[in-house]
């Protein structure tokens, strides 16, 4: 009785999807969109550009242990910043993704100067704070959370750890906002020019810091790129709205 009774109900599950799925509007999906030669171009060069900007984003977490590894040569050192950087870094898609929800309402109102300026600010202060509460638990938090999830041994990692997420914070709030916005603006220049500067002052902050404080040297260079990226961004953001 048990088996008729589940056959009958997977059934009408079979029926329900199936009468769902030819409902669903294929044809209107299958038909081609013709996109002008303009739109492309602006599409490309946004893709483009975009991809720089990410790949240099993600070329200075590895430069900071690929100088530590030159310049000090111990393992425990490289592996105790790596666990410093782990968290801080993965925190990223944080920023990232309130971004992909709300790029759309700010490109379709970029001309609306007033629009955008307004709703900057309210990012700025609600997801500040919201950073602010989430990066000092992380503080605070630090010595129980390295050693909870990667152990004792790594406790040396929790001053790196906090530099680290304070530089999310600045990041996040800022430079991560700022940023992404500057591309409904079509401000696709400066993101890559601030790219570049953000690697060669990370370059040269990491040779001269490491060499100083050793792998704290590290996380201290990536925090003043991220104030003075923030800075610039931040200015030139609400100098291009106003």
Not at 211 to 216: D, E, K, N, P, R
């Amino acid at each position: 009785m048990l088996i008729k009774v589940f056959l009958f109900i997977w059934s009408e599950n079979v029926i329900m999807q199936e009468s769902h799925l030819l409902k669903f509007p294929f044809k209107t999906l299958s038909k081609r969109t013709i996109v002008k030669k303009l739109e492309k171009n602006d599409l490309y060069k946004i893709s483009l550009i975009s991809m720089a900007n990410n790949a240099t984003g993600h070329l200075i977490y590895i430069l900071d242990i690929f100088i530590i590894g030159i310049l000090i040569s111990n393992e425990t050192v490289i592996a105790s910043y790596k666990v410093a950087t782990i968290i801080p870094n993965a925190l990223i898609f944080i920023p990232s993704s309130l971004m992909v929800y709300l790029y759309p309402y700010f490109a379709e109102k970029n001309c609306n100067k007033i629009w955008v300026r307004e709703n900057y600010f309210k990012i700025i202060k609600y997801f500040g704070v919201f950073n602010i509460f989430l990066s000092g638990i992380l503080i605070i938090l630090a010595p129980f959370i390295i050693k909870l999830l990667f152990g004792t041994q790594y406790l040396d990692a929790v001053l790196s750890f906090r530099i680290l997420t304070l530089g999310y914070l600045i990041s996040a709030t800022f430079r991560k906002v700022s940023g992404n916005l500057l591309v409904t603006q079509r401000k696709l220049k400066f993101n890559f020019l601030l790219g570049i500067f953000e690697g060669i002052v990370n370059l040269i902050g990491n040779v001269v810091l490491v060499s100083l404080y050793g792998s704290i040297g590290a996380a201290i260079a990536s925090l003043i790129v991220v104030i003075l990226s923030s800075i610039l961004s931040v200015r030139y953001f609400v100098k291009v709205v106003s």
